[in-house]
Nanobody
């Protein structure tokens, strides 16, 4: 099982980035996919989630209207489009795959990609 994030980097305030997370080793379409982030000295927080069935999305209040999560099941990839970036969005961003069935919980994490918003 592997989740590999990419697309992070340094961007100026007000700029945009698109993160990608490529999955392998499991049936991607069966899993809810999420993006989390962790800033220095802070706890990891949930940013956005997209469900396996129906593609329902949810967002943290801090990113609503600026970030968009999407998935391409044919490419086993989940994306996070980030617009109007702010310095407080600076963090390591992680993707997570989750599937819960009766009696079992399967969750996998990527290694993270750094996003730095600074002028």
């Amino acid at each position: 099982v592997q989740l590999v994030e990419s697309g992070g980097g340094l961007v100026q305030p007000g700029g945009s980035l698109r993160l990608s997370c490529a999955a392998s080793g499991f049936t991607f379409s069966n899993y809810n996919m999420s993006w989390y982030r962790q800033a220095p000295g802070k706890e990891r927080e949930l940013v956005a989630t997209i469900t396996s069935v129906g593609g329902t999305t949810r967002y943290a209040d801090s990113v609503k209207g600026r970030f968009t999560i999407s998935r391409d099941n044919a490419k086993n990839t989940v994306y996070l489009r980030m617009n109007s970036l702010k310095p407080e969005d600076t963090a390591v961003y992680y993707c997570k795959a989750l599937r819960v069935v009766p009696g079992y919980r399967y969750d996998y994490w990527g290694q993270g990609t750094q996003v730095t918003v600074s002028s």
